[in-house]
């Protein structure tokens, strides 16, 4: 197995554990698989995305915000950047940012969507989640314990 696909299957393996509540199975594979994404490096907009949602799930808020900030440095509307500074945010309990993000992904969110993104595609339905979120129509996650 080569070092993208391991990568990606410890990504789903970790996503499986938050879907089914497994918090110590979260805690256990998220650093083998946020390991598994450094390794890759230089990672593009779509593995930064991945690897900044397991710094989510595990609650590490400084590794999904370093990762939405290099998004952004690239494309300052990117949804995913946008979508994990929004939950870094969250997640440091910094309302502003938070709110900042939100408004942010609310004026990017048809123009970018309109791209065609590869990453859009694949992160589809977790884009749809991050507007119901933002627009409040659904709780923000809780911070892992």
């Not at 808020?61 to 995913?80: E, F, V, Y």
């Not at 910094?94 to 709110?99: L, N």
């Not at 969110?109 to 859009?120: F, N």
Request: hydrophobic share 40%; glycine share 8%.
């Amino acid at each position: 197995m080569g070092p993208q696909e391991r990568a990606d299957r410890l990504f789903q393996r970790v996503m499986t554990y938050v879907a089914e509540g497994k918090s110590d199975s979260v805690a256990f594979f998220s650093p083998m698989a946020i390991l598994s994404f450094e390794a890759l490096a230089p990672l593009d907009a779509h593995q930064r995305y991945d690897l900044g949602l397991l710094g989510v799930v595990s609650g590490d808020a400084r590794l999904a915000r370093a990762q939405a900030d290099t998004i952004l440095g690239g494309n300052t509307t990117h949804l995913l950047g946008l979508i994990l500074g929004m939950r870094a945010a969250g997640l440091q309990g910094d309302v502003a940012a938070r709110a900042d993000f939100v408004r942010r992904l609310s004026q990017a969110l048809v123009s970018e969507r309109a791209k065609g993104l590869p990453e859009y595609q694949d992160h589809s339905p977790d884009i749809d989640a991050a507007v119901r979120e933002a627009d409040g129509r659904t709780p923000v996650p809780e911070q892992p314990r």
